[in-house]
């Protein structure tokens, strides 16, 4: 079993920065491919970021690229995500997981995920 909790999330304006770390406790999860997911209000979750266990390679959604960065501590257990220049259409609930795989060509499936964090809240004000 791989216990995750995400923290970081909060209120913040359009334009503004936030950095969500992961910390995983439990069986390991640096061998394994790790994600960020959300979910607003009225939608299904959806795929955000993932890097592979070593971190030589990451993934993003196409509506993030150029302003999120993930990146991974093996040796602390935490996954991070640095959010840059925040929209007020990345209001949601913001997920960590563990995949079941070590590929990143995996990554952007949610039922190759078999551990998730309760979620933080991100809300980016106009």
């Known amino acids: 079993q791989v216990q995750l909790v995400e923290s970081g999330g909060g209120l913040v304006q359009a334009g503004d920065s936030l950095r969500l770390s992961c910390a995983a406790s439990?069986?390991?999860?640096?061998?394994?491919?790790m994600g960020w997911f959300r979910q607003a209000p009225g939608k299904e979750r959806e795929f955000v970021a993932a890097?592979?266990?070593?971190?030589?390679?990451?993934d993003y959604a196409d509506s993030v690229k150029g302003r999120f960065t993930i990146s991974r501590d093996n040796a602390k257990n935490t996954l991070y995500l640095q959010m840059n220049s925040l929209k007020p259409e990345d209001t949601a609930i913001y997920y960590c997981?563990?995949?079941?795989?070590?590929?990143?060509?995996?990554?952007?499936?949610?039922?190759?995920?078999?551990?998730w964090g309760q979620g933080t809240q991100v809300t980016v004000s106009s």
């Open positions: 439990g069986r390991t999860a640096s061998s394994y491919v």
């Open positions: 997981a563990v995949s079941r795989w070590p590929y990143i060509s995996k990554a952007r499936e949610q039922v190759e995920y078999n551990y």
């Open positions: 890097i592979m266990w070593s971190g030589a390679s990451t």
